[in-house]
C-alpha cells in the first residue's frame, strides 16, 4: 500500500512535468503544424540560464522567471527567423512534407552543439529551492518530497493560468480560431500570422517551466532533456496531438505509467514500455484520448 | 535525367569498385579506416533516400534498424557460429522483420506521427540491451569478420579488410537498390509520395507499397548496421541517437531523391570532423570546442540544405535545366 501511494504520487509529479512538454508540443503543433523536436533544445537554453541565475543569486523564483521570459522570446524568435523562412522557400518538391521536421531536428542539434561549446558536455547539479529528501512517515520513507510538491503545485498554477487564457480570453479565442481553421479566422479579422508566433511563445513558456522543474530531480547537460521531448512527445499523441487538456491527461497517464514500471519492474524497460504504450496509442486510439474525430494525416 | 542501362550501370559499379580497390592500396591506414565508413555509412543512407526520398516516408530512428541488425548479426555469430556472410543475411532478414512489424502497426502513420514514433524507437531499443543479459550489456558483443585470407601476405592490414568486404557488400547492395528504385515498385513508390490519393485511384495500393518500403528500407539498414558493427563495435553505445540525425543529415544534404548522392553524403559526413578539428585548431583547441564543433557544423549544414535546396542538389540542377529549356 506504501508503495502504491509513493508511486502514484511519483508518477503525478512525472506526469505533471511530462504534460508541460506535451502541452508545448501541441501548442506549436495547432499554431503551424509543426512537431518541434527543438522544443527540447529551446528548453535546454533556458534551463542553463536558469542553472547561471540559481548558482549566483540563490534565488529559485527569479530564475524561474527569466527561464520563462527566455523561452518567449527563444519560441517567437524560432517561428519568426526559422519557420516563416522555411514556409517561404518550400513549398513544393518531395521533401516538402518533411521540411519542417527536419529543419527543427537540425535546430536541436545546433542548439545543443551551441550550448555545449558554452557551458561544456560534463552534468551539472541544479539545486533545488526545497528539498528534494523523500519524507519520512511513521518512521517509513516514502518516495516524495517537498520539491515534488513544489513541482506538482506549480505545474497545477500553470495549467489554470493557460486554460483562463485560452477559454476565457479574446487572445484564447483567436489562438483556437486560428488552430482551428486559419482561413476562417483570417476572414474574421483574426491576424493569423501574429497569432503563430503568439502559440510559439507559450509553447516557449511550458517546455521551460518544464526545463526548470524536472532538472533539480536529475542532472543537467546539454543532452539531459532529449528523453523529457520524447516523453512529452508520446504524451502528446495519447492525448491526440490536437487537444491541450488531452496533453495535460496524456503526459499524467504516462507519468503514472513510467512510475509504476520504475518502482515494479526495473529502470532498464522505461524507454521499451513507453514505446510499446506509444504503439498501443496510435493503434487503438489513433485519434487520442480527447482527440478529434478527424483523420490523422499530417 | 539520362538513365544507363542496367548492363552499363553493372559496368559503371564494377570499374568503380576496382578503382576504389587500387586507391585503397595506396593510402595509410587512416583513409582506408574512413573509406570503410564512408562505405557504411552511403548505405545506411541509401536506406534512408529508399525509404523518404522515394515513399515519402521519415524515419528518425533509422539508427535503431542499424542496431537491429548488428545485434541480429553478432548473436547469430556468437551462438551458431555462423559463417561471417550468413551473419550478413541474418541482419538482413531480422531487421526487415523488424521493420515489417513495426510499419505494420505504423501503417497508418504519417509525418510527424512516423517521425515521432521512430525516434522513440531509437531512443528506447539501445537501453534493451541492458535488459538481456545474452545482448552483452553496456560492453556489447563481440562480432568481427575473421583476419584477411593469409594468401594476400603479412602487409594487409585488418582494416583493408574491412575496407574491402565494406566496398564489395556496398556496391552489390547499391546496385540491387538502384535496381530496385528503377523498377516497378520504385515507380509506385514515387507516386505515393507525390499524390498518395491520385495514386490509390491509379490501383495503386497505399498502404502495402509503403509497408514494403519501410520494410526493404530497415533491411538495407540492417545490413549496414552489421557491417557497422564490423567496422566499429556491437554495442549501445555505437547506436546512440545521433547516430539516426547524422544518417538523415547525408540524406537530406546530398539529396533525398538521389541514390548516388547517398556517397556523396557519406563522405562529406566523414570529411566534416576533419575539418572541424582544423578549426577547433584554430580556435584554440579547448575541448568545449572540439566535441561539439562537428555537430554544430553538421547541424548548420542540415538547416540551410533544408531552407535553401531542400531536394538537394541535383533535383536543383535538374530543375534548372527544365526552365532552361523552356526558353
Redesign the interface.
Known sequence: MRQLIGTLLIGLTLGSIYSLMALALVLVWRSTRVVNFAQAGQAIVTTYIAYEIVTRTGVFWLAVLFAVVAGALLGAGVEYFLMRTLFRHVDEGPVAALAPVIATLGLLGVIKSLVGMIWGNDFRSFYPPVSTDNFVLFGETIPFSRFNILVILSTTVVMIIFSFIFQRTDLGLSLRAAAFQPEIARLAGIRVGPIRTIGWVFAGVAGAIAGVLITPNDVLSPASLDVLLVFGFVAAVIGGLESLPGAVLGGVVLGIGVSFVLNYVGTTLIFPTVFVVLLLALIFKPNGLLGSKKVRSA | MHKLSTKKAFIAYFAFGWLLLIVADRVDELRVYQGATIAVTTLAIASIILL??YS?Q?S?GQGAFLAVGAYAAALSQTYWQSPFWFTLLIAILVSAAFGFILAF??G??????L???T???A???P??A??FSFLGGETGLVYDAGLPPERFGEEFTLYKWFFWIAAFVVLIAMFLLRNLLNSRFGRTWKAL??NSTAASLCGVNVAQSKITAFTISAGVAGLAGALLGMVSIVAPSAFP?SLS?TI??GA?LAG??SLLGSMLGAVILVVIPEIADVIAHQLGDS???T???P??I???L??LT???S??GPA?AMRKRKEQHAKH
Do not use: C
Not at chain 2, 497508418?108 to 506521427?113: N, Q, T
Open positions: 523518404t526520398g515519402g521519415v528518425l502497426a505504423a497508418r502513420m504519417s509525418g510527424p506521427y517521425a515521432g514514433t525516434l522513440a524507437l531512443v528506447g531499443l537501453t534493451l541492458n535488459q509520395r507525390a541517437l540525425f538523415i543529415t537530406i533525398v531523391t575541448e568545449k570546442i566535441t561539439n564543433l555537430g554544430f553538421v547541424s548548420v542540415l538547416i533544408v531552407l535553401f531542400p531536394n533535383e
